[in-house]
Each structure stands twice: as C-alpha cells, then as structure tokens.
C-alpha cells in the first residue's frame, strides 16, 4: 500500500502541471480537504462516449455519507470505488469552479479484490447555490492517464425552508418566506410585527387568530437561532407564510437578544415569493429588505422589540 501512496503523489506532480501553487480552493464552489487543486477542465473520456483502451481506469460516482446535504454544509464525507489500476481520483462540478481536486486512492474494498475504495471530505462554499448540480468524477493510472468520467446529479437543499423546491422544481414552496442570517455566533431575534398588531417571534413562534384560538397560524418561525447562547452554528431565522400574507403593512425587525460573549453582529435580511414557472413548476423570487450591525451594549434579553429594517407591504 505504501508503493501505491508514493505512486499517487507523483501522479498528482505531475497532473498537476499549470496548477496555482498554493490555491486553497476559497474561489471554488467546495473545497476537499488534503487535496490538491488543479485549474482547468477535468481530463477523461466523457460520459457516453466510447472507451477504446480497456486498461484504462474506472471509477464509481461519490455517495455522501449524509443523508441529505445542505448549501455551505461542511465536513462532508463522500465515498467511492475504482479498479485497481487506479492511483488518484479527480473531482469537480461540471457546470462551476475553474478546476478540480486531486488526491490518491485508498485500500483494496473489503468485499471486491478487483477495487480500490478512496474517499474525500469537502465544505460547500457559500457560492454554491441550492439546487441539483452535476458532479464529475474520473480516476488516473499511475502514469496520468484518466478513464471515463462518471457523472451524478448532487441534491443541495436549501437552508431557507422550501420544502425540497431547490432539487424539486414540481414541489411549491412557502408562499412567503422571511430571513435573516448573521455573521457571529449570538442569539439574534428576527421580528415581525402582522397589519393586527400580533407579534411573530422567538416568544411567539406561531400565534393563533385572537378570535379563533384553534385556528392555523398565518406565519410560523421555524427555529429560533442560538437560543440562549445554545449556539447550533445555523446563525439564521427564518418567518415562514405557508399561504399569501393578508392584505397589510408587516414591519420588520431584528433584535439583539444576547451578545454571547462577542463584540458586534453584522445581519443581512432578506424576502422570498414563491412564483410559478411554466410546465406545472415553481420557483423563488428573492429580494434584500435591509442589513446592519449591532453592538454588544444593544442585547437587551429579548425585552425590547429590536432595531426597525423595514416595512412590507401586502395587497
């Protein structure tokens, strides 16, 4: 095994030929881990195509060892086979980034002495738009040569609630939803004051019609993010209208609840309508409402309302 490591990095020298010396891969749609990045389109015979040399190596398509990934999730761990001639495995996405990741493969499978397993973990950049993407994968011998790419449609979800639209166009979403993301781990409040004076918010997350108590909420927030300086990482709030929103003004806040031991927090606000597409499908209408920054001296514990970003309008 150790022959076939060394034999990896040599290959990868010299695949890597015309690659930028140092490149960590922010630019890139991911970024894997110990691996080498190369610029340029991702050599092999494309999918389809016929394969004249059948010395040359094959390569199975990464399965995520998640059960469903999300845009800038981290830490991911993909998993993947080759024939045995195979000393690396390159990666990219076919339709962004400038090039692809280089890194050897790994031990003989357990269950197959005719392959090789190899492996990766890669972060997600925020570059990476939700949706379906396709992802290329092809091997190396050890003498550089690449086989036959093997193609798979990677499903992104989004992190805004859609329920599943991003990978599955034919699915509605939400028909309004509103979202705030922020840059440093506090518990910070998203608030929406309704045209009937109620409240949505981390202390009223789905309040009921005054007049009917049993009836649905018109707006819900769906996690109340870093609550308490429990900090989960997601630093976002989202206020979901399952149905278009009354007729009304809507005012928008965002409330420093508790500074969690930082200095400052930059949020940006943001809206999302659903829109119809042709062919029975659906998509999303996104617009800025508004950002800014708070300071430590601003957390209040949730007593106050916030800092006003802006009025909505429903008609």
């Excluded at 396709?134 to 989004?158: I, K, M």
Aim: net charge negative; glycine share 10%.
């Amino acid at each position: 095994m150790k022959r076939r490591f060394i034999g990896s990095l040599i290959l990868a020298a010299t695949v890597s030929c015309g690659a930028e010396d140092g490149k960590s891969g922010l630019d890139e749609p991911f970024k894997v881990e110990n691996a080498q990045f190369v610029e340029g389109a991702l050599p092999g015979i494309l999918a389809g195509e016929t394969v004249d040399d059948e010395n040359l190596p094959t390569v199975t398509s990464p399965s995520a060892e998640v059960a469903a990934i999300t845009e800038r999730m981290a830490g991911i761990r993909f998993i993947g086979l080759s024939s045995r001639n195979a000393a690396s495995v390159g990666v990219r996405f076919a339709e962004s980034g400038s090039g692809y990741y280089l890194f050897p493969t790994g031990s003989i499978d357990p269950t197959d002495d005719n392959a090789l397993t190899w492996s990766f973990i890669a972060d997600l950049q925020q570059d990476l738009p939700p949706g379906r993407h396709e992802f290329l994968t092809v091997a190396f011998d050890e003498e550089g040569h690449a086989g036959q790419q093997a193609t798979s449609s990677l499903c992104v979800r989004s992190l805004r609630p859609d329920n599943g639209n991003a990978c599955f166009p034919a699915v509605a979403p939400p028909a309004f939803v509103l979202s705030v993301e922020w840059d440093t781990p506090v518990d910070l409040d998203l608030v929406l004051v309704l045209p009937n004076g109620q409240v949505v918010d981390a202390k009223n997350p789905a309040p009921t019609s005054p007049d009917d108590p049993l009836s649905k909420p018109p707006a819900r927030l769906v996690y109340d993010g870093n609550g308490g300086c429990t900090i989960d990482g997601r630093q976002r709030e989202d206020i979901v209208f399952d149905e278009l929103p009354a007729p009304g003004r809507y005012q928008v806040y965002v409330n420093l609840a508790r500074n969690c031991g930082e200095h400052a927090v930059t949020y940006q606000v943001s809206r999302h309508s659903r829109t119809e597409l042709p062919n029975d499908e659906y998509g999303v209408d996104s617009h800025d409402v508004g950002a800014g920054t708070l300071i430590a001296d601003q957390a209040n514990g949730g007593t106050k309302r916030g800092t006003y970003v802006g009025t909505l309008t429903s008609q």
